[in-house]
């Protein structure tokens, strides 16, 4: 599967349950102009392959410069011969159908892929061949899990001997080896009682040397209504709590959590995402990454979503703040202590674009003929299935952010 990029995030919104898009001739794709400004935000309409757009802090409107919608979309049968657009030189196929809800896959060492199906409660792996065009084997890894979401696989590196999977209120790990099609036994919890209701998705990752566990999780609500009700509680939690750490039913929430390998001496690592639903680590610089679907209700072009790396300590505003210290008219007043203290995400989204899993590309050695062009070594590209929270809907698409030595330029494609 290497020279192929999988895209179940996105391709369900487009009617399918799987599918691959591959570089046939070795040439890049064309680009076209960068949208800026007001343009920038658009919506699906003048979407097309290679159109890159640029969304910057300066850009935003005020708030409640336009009603908030409710546009949530409708499931229709699929078109005859409809596919999902692809530049010039890429072709799109289905790849595996009758999947019940994937919501997340991560490519296991040996290149079998492990799809979290998250409403049904399972795991399941598709075993293909590499450059295949259809898989051998769709098996059931596991089932009767908790909202499944996040997979990894530990130790890092060619043999792992788990797999972890992160449910909605807890991280378990399963017995493996390279090729398992179901799991050896039954499941170990490594870390127990994470926050439930609210967003319900986990994400879990490892950092390169496997000594750290990164677990996401979203918030329990849009914009923490209910903080202010709690505030009397708020000065002692500050001063023992991270920065921008929020409190009440939204404790150990909207962070990116970390531990060790065996669950234990967690703690935050960042705050103030609202729903980082992606995790990734960047094969060559190894920063942690993550694509985060920010607040609803202030507008259609307000605030953008974003994609960017997270250092640790590091506090990216919600619920008081988004896109730097631009404060959220919802909670006036509150928390000027931290109005300085945003960090700026990295990449900007079309607001309500909801991005889901991200990874990077990792050109073969060999340099295949069926491998993406080299220009896309290291960069990063993003499944969005936004928006129902926008009048105009930015629409279902996979996107590329450009990193020049890992670090990324401020638009995407």
Same mark, same amino acid.
């Given at each position: ?178 090729? *398992? ?61 991270? =920065? ?10 909207? *962070? ?48 953008? *979503? ?31 202590? =931290? ?75």
């Amino acid at each position: 599967m290497r020279g192929k990029l999988v895209l179940a995030s996105l391709i369900l919104g487009a009617g399918f349950s799987g599918a691959l898009a591959q570089q046939r001739d070795g040439t890049v794709p064309g680009e076209t102009e960068v949208l800026t400004g007001p343009a920038a935000y658009g919506d699906w309409s003048t979407d097309k392959p290679g159109l890159r757009r640029k969304i910057t802090a300066a850009d935003l409107p005020a708030p409640y410069a336009t009603r908030s919608a409710a546009n949530g979309p409708s499931v229709v049968r699929q078109p005859q011969g409809a596919k999902p657009k692809a530049p010039s030189g890429f072709s799109v196929e289905p790849f595996v159908t009758g999947l019940t809800g994937p919501r997340l896959m991560r490519v296991a060492p040996n290149g079998d892929i492990f799809v979290a199906e998250t409403y049904a409660g399972r795991v399941r792996v598709i075993h293909a061949a590499d450059g295949a065009a259809k898989p051998e084997k769709v098996e059931v890894f596991a089932q009767g899990l908790d909202e499944p979401f996040g997979i990894a696989f530990y130790p890092p590196g060619p043999d792992p001997k788990w797999v972890y999977v992160a449910d909605t209120n807890a991280v378990l790990r399963f017995p493996y080896a390279n090729g *398992d099609l179901s799991a050896r036994g039954e499941p170990e919890v490594v870390v127990k009682s994470l926050p439930t209701g609210g967003h319900t998705t986990r994400d879990v990752i490892f950092s390169p040397d496997g000594s750290k566990m990164y677990v996401s999780v979203g918030s329990a609500s849009n914009v923490a209504d209910t903080l202010r009700g709690e505030a009397a509680q708020e000065e002692g939690f500050i001063g023992s709590h991270p =920065l921008g750490a929020a409190w009440g039913r939204e404790e150990n929430r909207a *962070d990116v959590l970390v531990f060790d390998p065996q669950g234990h001496a967690g703690h935050i690592f960042a705050t103030g995402l609202r729903n980082c639903v992606g995790l990734a680590i960047h094969p060559q610089t190894k920063d942690l990454w993550c694509s985060t679907n920010e607040r609803d209700g202030l507008g259609d072009d307000l605030p953008p *979503d974003y994609v960017t790396r997270v250092k640790e300590g590091s506090f990216f505003g919600w619920p008081w703040y988004y896109i730097g210290g631009h404060q959220d008219p919802r909670h006036k007043g509150e928390r000027a202590d =931290l109005a300085e203290k945003v960090s700026v995400p990295d990449v900007l989204l079309q607001p309500h674009s909801a991005p889901l899993a991200m990874t990077f590309y990792e050109r073969p050695p060999e340099a295949a003929s069926a491998a993406f062009p080299k220009e896309y070594e290291g960069d990063a590209f993003v499944a969005l299935h936004g928006s129902w929270n926008r009048s105009k809907r930015t629409g279902y698409k996979v996107v590329r952010i450009k990193l020049d030595h890992g670090v990324p330029r401020d638009e995407y494609q």
